[in-house]
């Protein structure tokens, strides 16, 4: 099958090195041992080295030739592993190519699998289909050694940046920040247009006085993810200021937008947001700007706290970055 053409140059002109500049700065807040910010439960459900991915992952690294592992394998404290984008890949050969062996694109599939739901799995594979012509054209990368307390491999490529890593980084939801999105621009069509929904039911809930909190006319730097920790200033309206019922739908807007992912990384988000103080500690904001259709339902929305930042941009298509994690919870690297 032949690579789609859709252009992209929306995508392209997110300023890369901004971007990495603030997940950097995120990464650095994570590595701040002893930083003094909150400490999780001392046991939490969250994804482990013998995880059915992470398993998956394992014989996937094991299968590789010398060759292979010069070209896609990196040290854990390699810095591309914190870096993301909407639009780029790590490494160079694809999926789809005779790079990699039938055996090998089976276990990316596993892992693709294992790391997300099952609606999740089915969700992407219809948005890489669409934005890039299916897995075959997004890339691999492996930081570390896998079956070690440091290891991470990653998915990425246009729209997508998946993660499995054991919780080698423990405290950091998903391995650390991810992407998704979705080039259709046709808001109905488009296949997070679900999230939209769910996260304007908890505007539509908002009085007259909630909503003119909530409502901000300008959006910041979709790529503007840096967890800002206890001391941060957030937009929008204080789930802290709802009323139990809304506070309730809010929880069930988490529970919404966690879905496409596996158990264990869900439930290990909800409890760093837990130990961050819970959803009263988190804001939501919605943009005037980007109002597709002049609908007022808002396209582009954020929920931010001290350790949780979910920016979705859905005009004019779906770019959304995830950042979750606690500070000062970061495991030394073992495989530099």
């Known amino acids: 099958?032949?690579?789609?053409?859709?252009?992209?140059?929306?995508?392209?002109?997110?300023?890369?090195?901004?971007?990495?500049?603030?997940?950097?700065?995120?990464?650095?807040?994570?590595?701040?041992?002893?930083?003094?910010?909150?400490?999780?439960?001392?046991?939490?459900?969250?994804?482990?080295?013998?995880?059915?991915?992470?398993?998956?992952?394992?014989?996937?690294?094991?299968?590789?030739?010398?060759?292979?592992?010069?070209?896609?394998?990196?040290?854990?404290n390699d810095p591309l592993r914190q870096k993301i984008n909407a639009n780029w890949q790590i490494t160079k050969p694809t999926v789809g190519t005779d790079f990699y062996s039938k055996e090998q694109r089976q276990l990316v599939d596993e892992i693709v699998r294992n790391v997300t739901s099952k609606d999740g799995y089915d969700r992407l594979q219809k948005q890489m289909e669409f934005d890039s012509g299916g897995i075959r054209e997004y890339s691999i990368a492996v930081f570390g050694e896998p079956g070690t307390s440091a290891f991470e491999w990653e998915l990425t490529g246009r729209h997508l940046t998946l993660r499995a890593d054991g919780n080698s980084v423990d405290g950091v939801a998903f391995g650390g920040p991810i992407v998704y999105g979705h080039g259709e621009e046709t808001p109905k069509e488009n296949l997070?247009?679900?999230?939209t929904q769910q996260v304007n039911e908890v505007f539509k809930a908002l009085d007259a006085n909630q909503a003119k909190s909530a409502l901000v006319a300008t959006a910041p730097n979709e790529a503007a993810v840096a967890l800002q920790g206890p001391s941060g200033k957030f937009s929008g309206i204080p789930v802290s200021q709802l009323s139990a019922d809304q506070k309730g739908l809010v929880e069930k807007t988490l529970q919404v937008l966690l879905a496409p992912y596996r158990q264990e990384d869900t439930d290990e988000a909800m409890e760093i947001v837990k130990a961050a103080g819970g959803v009263d500690k988190l804001h939501m904001a919605f943009y005037q700007q980007g109002d597709l259709e002049n609908d007022k339902l808002w396209d582009i929305w954020r929920v931010e706290g001290p350790a949780f930042v979910w920016h979705f941009r859905g005009a004019p298509h779906v770019h959304a970055y995830i950042n979750i994690g606690v500070a000062g919870q970061q495991k030394a690297a073992t495989n530099s």
């Open 1 to 76: 099958m032949t690579k789609p053409s859709r252009s992209c140059h929306d995508c392209d002109s997110v300023d890369r090195r901004d971007f990495l500049k603030v997940v950097a700065a995120s990464a650095s807040t994570l590595g701040a041992v002893g930083s003094g910010f909150w400490t999780l439960p001392g046991a939490y459900a969250a994804p482990s080295p013998t995880s059915a991915a992470e398993t998956a992952v394992g014989r996937f690294y094991n299968s590789l030739s010398a060759a292979q592992k010069k070209t896609i394998c990196f040290g854990f």
């Open 192 to 195: 997070f247009y679900y999230q």
